[in-house]
Nanobody
Framework: QVQLVESGGGLVQAGGSLRLSCTAS????????IGWFRQAPGKEREVVQT????????YSADSVKGRFTISRDNAKNTVYLQMNSLKSEDTAVYYC????????????????????WGQGTQVTVSS
């Protein structure tokens, strides 16, 4: 397993932007598919965006399409979540997760597919 640390959360006004980072240590990062998930109070954890070993293979939830972008920099062992045009409904704790895979283009969307999780970072969007 890898150890994951999220950063970049905070308080932002609606319409603003934030960039979250997920930095990994402990294993060869380039062999891990990564996902961003979020959980709002009283709601289940939901997938936001995920990325495969191939940085060109990504999945995006409909709620964030066109506003969020996931990317990875294997040289820095980091995956980013660029969040633009933020809305109040984006308020949640954001988690990154990882799973080892040998499948170059496969993306995973179910939280149960991931076995390493970060501690989460709070994103609050004020309206």
């Amino acid at each position: 397993q890898v150890q994951l640390v999220e950063s970049g959360g905070g308080l932002v006004q609606a319409g603003g932007s934030l960039r979250l980072s997920c930095t990994a240590s402990g294993r060869t990062f380039s062999n891990y598919a990564i996902g961003w998930f979020r959980q709002a109070p009283g709601k289940e954890r939901e997938v936001v965006q995920t990325i495969g070993l191939s940085g060109g293979s990504t999945y995006s939830a409909d709620s964030v399409k066109g506003r969020f972008t996931i990317s990875r920099d294997n040289a820095k062992n980091t995956v980013y979540l660029q969040m633009n045009s933020l809305k109040s409904e984006d308020t949640a704790v954001y988690y990154c997760a990882a799973r080892w895979t040998a499948m170059w283009t496969k993306v995973y969307t179910d939280p149960r597919d991931f076995d390493s999780w970060g501690q989460g970072t709070q994103v609050t969007v004020s309206s």
